[in-house]
């Protein structure tokens, strides 16, 4: 899988795009920026369950997650762009205290209808991201590793996967939320609240691991704008959020919705950091553009 490069002004937009595997490159964006928010009185729940306005239950999502612990996750990135859709799917587990975290990603087949690609084993940390199986000319033993506040998206979708921290602190910048009703969710009934996640608003609010990434995406992306669907249980944990992240372009804007699922709160979670030995240092060979730097 590579990030293909797009334009946002002057400068260039990352956009998740579908190859047998390869480097993903970065460019730089330009920000926007968010609007005010809208929480009326009408819109407070006087259900037992989270209490106060839609965007106050919203933001407090994280606070909810680190003090539940861990979860496991499913997760899935659908990019649609030039008439093509692509889909990536991961599950694993995830520590929210730590902000560490274990997924597998398996990759779609390509567009020659070649078998799918063998997963990508990532660990998530706090300003970093390590693949295993990233990419030709990458042995099998070792690692690359991506520092994630470098990166112009801060990780909201470079690795085909939102960080589940990420994805939880993002709706910090909760704006404009209103409450759809109650519904239910593998069996656990969950509140459907709907709204916009100001990047910016979110960087500043991030807890301190979160905030270099969400710094990084606020001046990436080329809207600070990002909608989203979140659903929270009676306990105000976060069960299922749905982002939707555009990028400008020269021609037909790019879309990516990135859908985490939690579930199994309190599971074990164990994510050994690889050493510095096994951290690949040489060059990824980048599908049909030649090697690209790591």
Known sequence: ?????????????????????????????????????????????????????????VRQAAD??????????????????????????????YDFRRQLGHIKVVLPKDAAGAEEHRPITELLAPGALYMKNRGAG???????????????????????????????????GADKVTYIGRTELAGVAVRHYRGTADLGQAAREASPSARGALAAAAK??????????????????????????????????AAVVS???????????SVELPPEADIYTGRVQQSGSGPETP
Request: charged share 20%.
């Open 259 to 269: 859908t985490m699922l939690l579930y199994g709160f309190g599971t074990r979670v």
């Open 64 to 93: 909810a997650l680190a003090a539940a612990g861990s979860a496991e996750t499913r997760t899935s990135m659908e990019t649609a762009a030039g008439g093509t859709r692509v889909t990536i799917r991961g599950e694993g587990t």
């Open 138 to 172: 990458v042995p099998d033993d070792k690692w690359v590793r991506i520092d994630t506040t470098a990166l112009e998206d801060g990780n909201l979708v470079t690795g085909g996967v939102t960080d589940p921290a990420a994805a939880a602190e993002l709706l910090r």
């Open 1 to 57: 899988m590579v990030v293909q490069q797009r334009r946002c002004g002057g400068g260039a937009l990352a956009v998740l795009a579908l190859t047998a595997a390869g480097v993903m490159t970065m460019g730089s964006g330009c920000s926007g920026a968010g609007g005010d928010p809208g929480d009326g009185a009408g819109e407070r729940i006087a259900r037992a369950g989270p209490t106060g306005t839609p965007a106050a239950v």
């Open 220 to 253: 990436g992306f080329s809207t600070d704008a990002v909608p989203f669907d979140a659903y929270l249980d009676d306990d105000g944990l976060l069960r299922k959020v749905r982002h939707r992240f555009t990028f400008a372009t020269e021609g037909p804007a």
